[in-house]
């Protein structure tokens, strides 16, 4: 390595927390925002939805809700405001935040359930298949293959049944199982 680049000898996990706490030139922004993984890395999810919900989260800290303004989040994510909002409902109808509506600001919540989404769920089974045929196939085909089957309505199709079958308990009476009903879903 160039001796005259200086880089951080520390990982990535203890590095990081020390820059959020730095507070040498200004101590406005300490702190800092867990991302899971799964959310990052999520395919479900656009880059905005991807920001809109880290700036949530960056705002209920230690709350299990928050209430920034969409101007607030767009200023923050570098969007206009309806995109904000164009996102904020695709969230909320992918069920990864639960939104109360009021005059002033709306008041945004984490779901109990959001390890079940299915957006995630779905993500992360298609990051396994990955890792089985990565070193099977091309990369970048295998980037577009995976970005086509996430635009299609096969996908989608497919979300909607798994959102269905987490939401409803399997019960077995009367000779039809709720896998039955699922699976008669249009």
């Not at 109360?100 to 396994?128: A, G, I, V």
């Not at 996908?155 to 699922?182: A, Q, S």
């Amino acid at each position: 390595m160039n001796a005259k680049f200086n880089y951080s000898r520390e990982a990535a996990n203890v590095y990081l927390p020390k820059i959020a706490q730095e507070s040498t030139f200004t101590d406005h922004h300490k702190g800092f925002t867990i991302v899971p993984h799964k959310f990052l890395r999520c395919y479900g999810l656009s880059e905005y939805e991807k920001l809109i919900l880290i700036d949530l989260w960056s705002y209920m800290g230690d709350n299990h809700h928050c209430y920034p303004s969409i101007e607030t989040i767009a200023r923050n994510v570098s969007c206009s405001s309806k995109t904000v909002e164009r996102h904020m409902d695709a969230l909320a109808k992918k069920g990864l935040v639960l939104v109360s509506n009021s005059q002033r600001n709306n008041t945004y919540y984490l779901p109990n359930d959001m390890h079940k989404n299915p957006y995630l769920l779905l993500s992360e089974k298609t990051h396994e298949f990955i890792r089985e045929v990565r070193n099977t196939v091309n990369d970048y085909k295998l980037s577009q293959w995976i970005k086509g089957v996430v635009k299609s309505e096969v996908y989608h199709e497919f979300i909607i049944k798994l959102t269905y079958t987490m939401k409803h308990e399997f019960r077995f009476d009367k000779g039809e199982t709720e896998l039955n009903r699922v699976q008669a879903i249009p």
